[in-house]
């Protein structure tokens, strides 16, 4: 889509932002998968067929709590932050689980050793 002659850019980005819109509401499930293949490949580096793969080698499941992950949208993509290997494939809770537990991994291993110790 290119401006128009004449066509002022607030113009110009209104008509674009509208047929944009437009386009994706077309075909909602299309676009979201393409927004999903697309951040999984940028920040993982991982191709829809690799992401396929991984799933069916976990039989569909949370690689954590083991739970059907039925819902691909919701599906997070475990990795190491500091070497950026890919460890699995986890549903939200369990992402968000390991997020709260690895920056203070210390602290809590340090308290549940403790805590047996003191019953």
């Keep these: ?19 944009n819109r437009a386009y994706e509401a077309r ?6 998968l393409y927004h999903q293949n697309y951040g999984r490949q940028r920040d993982y580096g991982l191709s ?4 396929d793969d991984l ?10 709590c083991r739970k059907d992950l039925p819902d691909r949208s919701k599906i997070c993509v475990d ?6 290997k890919i460890r ?6 369990c992402n968000m689980a390991l997020g709260f537990y690895e920056p203070r991994k ?3 291993d ?4 403790r805590s047996r110790l003191d019953l």
């Design 1 to 19: 889509m290119t401006p128009r002659i004449g066509e002022t850019v607030e113009a110009y980005r209104a008509r674009r932002n509208a047929y």
């Design 48 to 51: 829809p067929a690799s992401f």
């Design 110 to 113: 340090d308290y549940l050793v």
């Design 106 to 108: 210390d602290l809590l």
């Design 27 to 32: 075909d909602r499930d299309k676009w979201r």
């Design 79 to 84: 990795h190491d932050h500091d070497t950026g």
């Design 55 to 64: 799933l069916s080698r976990q039989d569909g499941r949370c690689a954590m």
């Design 88 to 93: 699995g494939l986890l549903c939200y809770g």
